[in-house]
């Protein structure tokens, strides 16, 4: 049994590492996974392109899980439910709206009939049905979900803290930035701001010095910056582009992005605040 004792262990310190975002450590602990359950290295290996950016790759390793998994239980087993939030995650991140909103729903019928509806997952789900529907353009429903989302994830916070001073929370951190994301679109980029701020004093505490590997992160600065350029607010502009610019680099194509659009609006970072 030292095999799959050893092959559990370096599963979990990979699954470990990727919280707090500490990619290179994780991929140490996958290069030592090889040759072990395959269900192991394609779910490390999932959340690991997921949170560098290469959406594709995660969504094909962990379509690949899913499939294997189902082979075993039941496409509505609750022991899905962490594949297929991360399913959700990924299908929004590549743009895929309608097939993510029919995965977030499906985890809520999953659910609903043995959970009340301010339970924990509940709020997850709705962050990421929020992030569909805006997708979709269903700005009211999206607004609905968020502030549901926003509601039951601080609630279970609360329950939670142990004397912690902030949230480590990656979910409520998402929600943030969904809900930033809408009130850009309303024009209202005063709230939006604030908003970005939240969800970049979660990822500061939570990912710390692997902040700069984690492309979530990176969006929520490209985000922010925009939102404050559009309404001449340097020293918001430089809350977001500078941590951009440090974290990610001048070639990242957010940085470029962020670039172009705050040209437009006259707007230098490196300019001196009045």
Known sequence: GYEEQRADLFYQLALNELKVGNITNAEKYVLKLKGSPVTFINNVEAILFYLKGEYNLALDRLNTLIKIRLNK????????TANYILRVQILNSLNEYKEAYDQALQLYKMHKPTKKEDHLIFGRIYVQMA????GLGNLDKASD?????IAILLTNENKEDKGAKF??????????????DIYSIL?????AIKSYREAQGIYLYLYKDNIKNIAQVSYLYTQGAKAACK???LYHYKCFGEPQVKEFGKEHHNTIAMFEYCKDYNMDLWQEEN
């Open 131 to 134: 992030r569909s529907e805006l």
């Open 145 to 149: 979900h968020i502030n549901k989302a």
């Open 167 to 180: 949230s480590e929370n990656p979910d409520l951190a998402g929600g943030y930035v969904v809900r930033g």
């Open 187 to 191: 024009g209202e980029y005063d709230k």
């Open 73 to 80: 239980i039941k496409y509505d087993d609750l022991v899905l």
């Open 231 to 233: 309404i001449k607010d």
